[in-house]
């Protein structure tokens, strides 16, 4: 197939970035994420079956670039428990139109697995970590996992030669005393830092807006010891707003999806594990492609209707939670759509 669409939504929104979560299990519980009282034994996860194979991705994800998507974010649960996954990187990584693959983890398993996903392509990763202090990580992550793999993992994958952007998510009364240790340190590693804004995703991590810190207290914050200077986006519909450290080259970024809400260029659309096409973090509803996919559709039938989907789409939630208008109730949990 060589046809190339540019498909716009409602809002005149294109479609370039896809993110894929490859499964909806996670060996940790993260409090706003995956809650263990909710996320327990007895939680019933995708049986393997359901799972988009590999070859089914590499097919949706081409079909997803003739569409415009050039940039492709591989996600979860955590990624790195799906098995070989090196080997779907490099599937990706062969399609033509894709410009930029990147993968977000929580590091656990990456030391391991480093080596591995450089050689197969991947130049890019965003490991989650939300403080460097040990009990209160380990509270965090609600399996009482420890710092220092995590920080093994980023070395790892730094000196296999990919760059590494690590995702704090503060929380207020949480994990907010770690703001500053955090910047200190990876500013000292030249990582960038991306400071998170706790977001109301899926239903049961109870969620309230006092516990929100917003992201411009955290850039006044920081500056008061390390004093920073914003930067240009590097492209349209970045989400992160970026400053420097004055006098290096090193960088932290601001993910303020609820204090500034930036749907207005949101142009990502989201595969389930299962293989549903979400078009906002907050829909409540997919588009179920896996069983057209099963079916037998074609490449152009499958086109068509990703097409449909993303015409019709006018998401705008963090914009209208913003405003007040809305608060949605029935929304996928970050673990299934991936974050
Ligand atoms: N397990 C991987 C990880 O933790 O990096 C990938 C999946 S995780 C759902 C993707 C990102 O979503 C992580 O950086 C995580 O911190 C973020 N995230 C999860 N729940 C969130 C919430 N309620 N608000 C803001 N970010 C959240
Ligand atoms: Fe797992 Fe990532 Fe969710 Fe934490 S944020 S529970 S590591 S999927
Ligand atoms: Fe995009 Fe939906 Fe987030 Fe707005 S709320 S930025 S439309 S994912």
């Given at each position: 197939m060589t046809q190339n669409t540019t498909v716009k939504d409602q809002?005149?929104?294109?479609?370039r970035d896809l993110r894929i979560?490859?499964?909806?299990?996670?060996?940790f519980r993260c409090s706003y994420c995956m809650p263990a009282e909710i996320f327990g034994a007895g939680y019933a996860f995708l049986g393997h079956e359901k799972l988009l194979t590999f070859e089914e991705l590499t097919r949706l994800t081409s079909i997803f670039t003739q569409l415009g998507v050039e940039k492709i974010r591989i996600t979860g649960?955590?990624?790195?428990?799906?098995?070989?996954?090196p080997k779907l990187v490099s599937m990706i990584n062969e399609?033509?139109?894709?410009k930029d693959i990147a993968l977000t983890t929580n590091g656990s398993l990456l030391s391991k697995l480093a080596g591995n996903l450089h050689k197969s392509g991947l130049h890019r990763v965003t490991v989650s970590l939300d403080s460097l202090d040990n009990d209160r990580f380990a509270t965090m992550n609600g399996?009482?996992?420890?710092?220092k793999p995590i920080l093994e993992g980023i070395e790892a994958a730094s000196k296999a030669g990919m760059s590494v952007k690590i995702n704090m998510v503060v929380k207020k009364g949480t994990n907010d005393s770690d703001i500053i240790p955090m910047a200190h340190y990876f500013k000292e590693k030249g990582h960038t830092l991306r400071f998170i804004e706790y977001m109301d995703v899926?239903?049961?991590?109870?969620?309230?807006?006092?516990q929100v810190v917003p992201n411009q207290f955290i850039v006044d914050q920081i500056h008061a010891v390390m004093p920073l200077e914003p930067i240009e986006p590097n492209?349209?519909?970045?989400?992160a707003s970026r400053y420097r450290y004055?006098?290096?080259d090193t960088e932290i970024g601001l993910?303020?999806?609820?204090?500034?809400?930036?749907?207005?260029?949101c142009t990502r659309a989201r595969l389930s594990a299962e293989g549903r096409l979400f078009?906002?973090?907050?829909?409540s509803q997919g588009t179920d492609l896996r069983t057209p996919l099963r079916e037998g559709f074609s490449d152009e039938q499958l086109m068509d209707l990703i097409s449909k989907v993303w015409s019709k789409r006018d998401d705008h939630y963090s914009e209208e939670r913003l405003s007040n208008t809305i608060i949605h109730v029935n929304k996928p949990e970050m673990s299934y759509l991936g974050g």
């Open positions: 809002l005149q929104r294109p479609l979560s490859v499964t909806d299990r996670c060996n649960g955590e990624p790195l428990l799906r098995r070989d996954i399609i033509d139109r894709v399996v009482g996992y420890q710092v899926g239903n049961s991590n109870g969620w309230k807006l006092d492209y349209y519909g970045e989400v004055v006098g290096t993910i303020s999806s609820v204090t500034q809400a930036f749907c207005s260029s078009t906002c973090l907050f829909a």
